[in-house]
């Protein structure tokens, strides 16, 4: 089905953004008020404030003039400000993302985190937020896998279809480190086809000549059929954060609000529909 064009606003972005911050930056946001009484109380690794790791992959999580955007960090304010709570965003690579919370030196991440067997072992996991939808862009729409079959394709690596995608396409694909690197050769006509998430595909391409679309469900890329729940990445250990985290995300999903923030931030609707809790691997 072709994708529907959200009124998100086109913004440029720079390889910084979406390829991660070098150096770890930080951005408190005041969430406190006077005579703020928590919905919930549990400890954080600075009494006061929830330090957060932000990865740089809008729409989800990303510096905006400096300041922190994006679905995550719409609903990171949200549950601190329910939990009279100041917010610490610091930039971090991805790669670090998830030792940070391990290590404690951050009490979550976000930023598009798959749900998988591998992280529940070493860091807690919150309810699902959302899905994690595959977006493909082209000159034209492309709606089925079969459609895929004899282009040059590319995407970018970490994401649940690219082993699928490998399987079905050899040498054809290829896999970069970045969305950005991405574009640059879909640009440049040395792809045919773009596949990345549905969120950044929309964020990047949106007022392009482009055809931004979603493939139909097909066994061949699994994450077509099933995608990927996403969740913040928490200190195992921190069962009272864990609960109350939850919590908070069950109520934005029950009174609408999840819809709100992530229609907000340029996603579909649908991805709200997250289905039982489930993980990757």
């Known amino acids: 089905m072709k994708y529907l064009r959200s009124p998100i606003i086109a913004t440029t972005l720079t390889l910084a953004v979406v390829a991660g911050l070098g150096a770890c930056t930080s951005m408190t946001s005041s969430s406190m008020s006077e005579g703020c009484e928590p919905d919930h109380t549990f400890p954080t690794l600075k009494e006061g404030t929830l330090t ?4 740089e992959i809008p729409p989800f999580s990303y510096s905006r003039n400096g300041e922190p955007a994006g679905s995550d960090v719409d609903i990171v304010k ?10 610490d965003f610091e930039s971090i690579g991805y790669s670090a993302a998830i030792p940070s919370v391990e290590n404690e030196r951050r009490d979550m991440v976000i930023g598009d985190f798959y749900r998988t067997q591998e992280r529940s072992e070493i860091v807690g996991l919150s309810a699902p ?51 950005v690197e991405l574009r640059v050769d879909l640009d440049a006509g040395r ?10 595909v929309v964020f990047l391409f949106e ?3 482009y055809q931004i679309s979603t493939l139909e469900p097909d066994e061949a ?28 995300i069950e109520e934005l999903h029950s009174s609408g609000r999840m819809v709100e923030i992530l229609e907000a931030n340029g996603l579909q609707a649908s991805s709200a529909d997250v289905g039982e809790p489930r993980l990757i691997g």
């Open 52 to 55: 957060v790791g932000m990865t």
């Open 207 to 209: 007022g392009s000549d």
């Open 221 to 248: 890329i699994e994450s077509t059929v099933q995608p990927a729940q996403t969740n913040f990445p928490y200190v195992k250990g921190n069962t009272e954060f864990g609960q109350a985290l939850d919590a908070a």
């Open 78 to 87: 949200e549950f601190a400000a329910a939990n009279c709570l100041e917010v």
């Open 191 to 200: 792809l045919d086809v773009a596949a990345d998430a549905l969120g950044t």
């Open 129 to 179: 937020l959302y899905l994690d939808e595959l977006g493909v862009v082209a000159d034209e729409e492309i709606t089925t896998v079969d459609q895929l079959e004899g282009k040059v394709v590319g995407t970018v690596s970490g994401y649940l279809w690219v082993e699928d995608m490998r399987a079905l396409l050899g040498d054809d694909l290829n896999v970069y480190s970045s969305s």
